[in-house]
């Protein structure tokens, strides 16, 4: 009995959050943090990727993890990442 009470309230917690316009991953969001985007370029998409964040960590500091935006390849077989994360701090 205890576990489904648990189980229900856990739910009704989520419910609660959720109407309340939050959510687990925004409560994970670092205070005084903002968006920080960089875009790279490569051969490849994952070189291309990697570029991108190695600019990402050079510019800023206390980033999270790091999200695809978007990527697209040229005509000449290159690619352009463009990613983004949470930071706290400029370079």
Not at 52 to 79: E, F, I, M, N, R
Request: glycine share 12%; net charge negative.
């Amino acid at each position: 009995m205890k576990t489904r009470n648990a189980g229900l309230l856990a739910a009704t917690a989520a419910v609660a959050a959720t109407l309340l316009g939050g959510s687990a991953a925004s409560a994970q969001v670092m205070p005084n943090s903002f968006l920080a985007t960089e875009t790279g370029y490569g051969a490849t998409l994952g070189a291309a990727e990697h570029n991108a964040q190695v600019q990402l960590t050079g510019d800023y500091s206390g980033c999270g993890a790091w999200w695809l935006d978007s990527d697209s390849q040229a005509p000449d077989g290159t690619w352009t990442a463009t990613i983004s994360a949470n930071c706290s701090g400029i370079r």
